[in-house]
């Protein structure tokens, strides 16, 4: 709170509280006014030594305390008894206003300690409370005793530094961000909670764009130090953060904002119409060949068999034309290695859940695009054992409330295929794998018998395919989105702050994954129709064999 002043309004707010403090500790009516009295003469007089106070609250309760004992000396020689609680209240002959500000400063001064590192706490511990001496601090943390006359001078330095701040960071606000990774991670480290732990996400935003020492992140999240270190730490190994100016952080990927999500689907919403039309036209021409394949799921509905294959084809062009992209100009990047064995970048965005109700920037349609042409990703899979598959997880299948779909496994599929092609009966332990391919929607069982509602090929049947597949990559040519790449990576590289390294700016103002708003264009333009709800569930999802 800043700017008090003793007004009416306060002391409408507190004059029952204090005068219920005075009553439950006279127990009389007319002493209980005196000392009210005495607590809003002492609490006016204590305002006026104070810009601004935090926690107004507790301020003023300690006043109620401290002129309770003050009134109670003066008055105890006219008492004939009393209550053996107020003994606790009790202390020798002192000035409230004084006795407050120094509560106040000893309770700065322990929150200003939890803000050190740990050696710095360590040291201050020992040195103040404990009362060692610098040659015993020297020998248990087996420092030079110069270091820790060092040290000891630099928390002196930082304690007066926090003690003499005016400000507070009271209005600081927790945020979030919504995380996901290009690339591979390691199970152990997970990304560091990134995206699930808020206490991780704030570190990030609070470095994101500064240069912050351990105990600035400490005071900017108000939280001790002993609690963000072991992040920090972790962080610092993923390379998510990195150590500049010897002891300072800063955040070391870039996060965007919605703002940059809605740019992507303006862009998709303005340019992909012609691209799609394209891929369509093709597919449309070839489509009887396709279906005479006559692999598993080849007797399902086109549109819904256009939602798999056609993402089969565009994932493979749009990768070609980003390699000719930077291959065009002379860039030469790899995704990032990580300490923990991981390989990828890392794909952050601040979440804002009031950003829709106040932009005036973007019209309804490029919202509403902007929506369909993203997804949680795009997942290949390759089990060693020649069996791969792709699944793309799109606004349609999100829209039925699954946000990430369990699909590692092609082996299994590819199980239950030979039992269909061979017209074989389940062993007890396939019947397991058909029950949870079931529950996820991608196979169902008619007499006994499962039958797959995705599509799957041999190797035989994705030669086949294959051929096809040429024939429209020769058409379409393998390049076909080096322009629409080129022409947004011009638009976006503005938006990237200057301080995220080279190697983040290539890899995100080149990153555009028309996959997604190719199959949105050719629905909302009646080329595909949208798929059913118990379709979405198993979109965008083909399953193959290469050996």
């Known amino acids: 709170m800043s700017e008090i002043e003793f007004s009416n309004d306060l002391i409408k707010r507190y004059a029952k509280k204090i005068m219920g403090f005075a009553y439950t500790k006279t127990h009389n009516q ?7 009295q005495d607590i809003l003469l002492s609490l006016a007089t204590s305002l006026r030594r104070h810009e601004s106070i935090a926690d107004l609250d507790g301020f003023v309760y300690t006043i109620c305390s401290y002129t309770w004992s003050k009134y109670f000396r003066n008055n105890k020689k006219h008492w004939n008894n009393l209550d053996v609680d107020t003994l606790l209240d009790l202390q020798d002959e002192c000035n409230v206003e004084e006795d407050v500000r120094n509560k ?22 020992m040195f103040y409370y404990e009362n060692r001496t610098g040659n015993e601090i020297s020998r248990i943390l087996k420092l030079p005793h110069s270091t820790v006359r060092w040290h000891l001078g630099e928390i002196k ?15 600081y606000v927790p945020q979030r961000i919504m995380a996901g990774h290009d690339g591979y991670t390691c199970e152990e480290y997970n990304q560091c909670g990134l995206g699930t732990d808020r206490l991780v996400d704030n570190i990030c935003l609070a470095c994101y764009g500064k240069k912050l020492t351990l105990e600035e992140i400490a005071r900017t999240l108000m939280v001790a130090s002993g609690y963000i270190e072991n992040h920090i730490n972790r962080l610092v190994y993923m390379d998510y953060l990195r150590i500049v100016d010897k002891n300072k952080y800063t955040t070391n990927f870039f996060i965007e904002t919605i703002r940059h999500s809605i740019l992507a689907g303006k862009y998709h919403y303005h340019n992909i119409g012609d691209y799609a039309q394209r891929i369509y036209d093709v597919f449309d021409r070839k489509y009887e060949r396709i279906k005479d394949i006559g692999f598993l799921g080849s007797d399902l509905d086109q549109d819904f068999m256009l939602w798999s294959i056609i993402p089969l084809v565009t994932n493979r062009i749009y990768y070609r034309s980003k390699s000719e992209v930077l291959r065009k100009n002379n860039i030469d990047t790899d995704t990032p290695k990580h300490k923990d064995g991981s390989q990828h970048w890392v794909c952050a965005t601040l979440c804002d859940d009031t950003y829709f109700d106040t932009q005036t920037e973007f019209i309804k349609e490029e919202i509403d695009f902007y929506h369909k042409s993203r997804g949680n990703g795009i997942k290949t899979r390759n089990d060693g054992l020649g069996n791969q598959s792709l699944q793309l997880d799109s606004y349609a299948t999100i829209q039925t409330g699954i946000h990430w779909r369990n699909f ?4 299994t599929v590819n199980r239950i295929a030979q039992l269909i092609r061979k017209e074989e009966l389940p062993n007890d332990h396939d019947k397991l794998m058909i029950a949870e391919l079931a529950e996820q929607g991608y196979v169902k069982v008619v007499d006994e018998r499962p039958r797959l509602l995705i599509p799957c090929l041999s190797k035989s049947e994705y030669d086949q395919l294959n051929v096809i597949l040429e024939e429209i990559y020769a058409e379409l040519g393998e390049e076909m989105f080096v322009e629409y790449i080129e022409n947004y990576a011009k638009i976006f590289e503005n938006e ?21 708003a190719v199959l949105y264009w050719l629905s909302d333009h009646n080329r595909l129709r949208y ?15 290469n050996q």
């Not at 118990?534 to 193959?544: F, G, N, P």
Request: glycine share 2%.
């Open 496 to 516: 990237i702050p200057d301080f995220i390294t080279s190697a983040e700016r290539i890899y995100h103002k080149y990153k555009i994954y028309p996959q997604y």
């Open 408 to 411: 590692d496994s092609p082996i």
């Open 157 to 171: 330095k930082k304690l007066k530094a926090g003690m003499e701040m005016t400000t507070n960071n009271l209005n």
């Open 30 to 36: 007319q002493m209980a006014e005196d000392l009210s």
């Open 531 to 545: 798929p059913t709800k118990e379709e979405a569930k198993r979109l965008c999802t083909l399953v193959w064999s």
């Open 104 to 125: 106040m400063l000893l309770e700065k001064l322990r929150v200003e300690i939890a803000y050190l590192t740990k050696l710095h706490r360590e040291i201050t511990i």
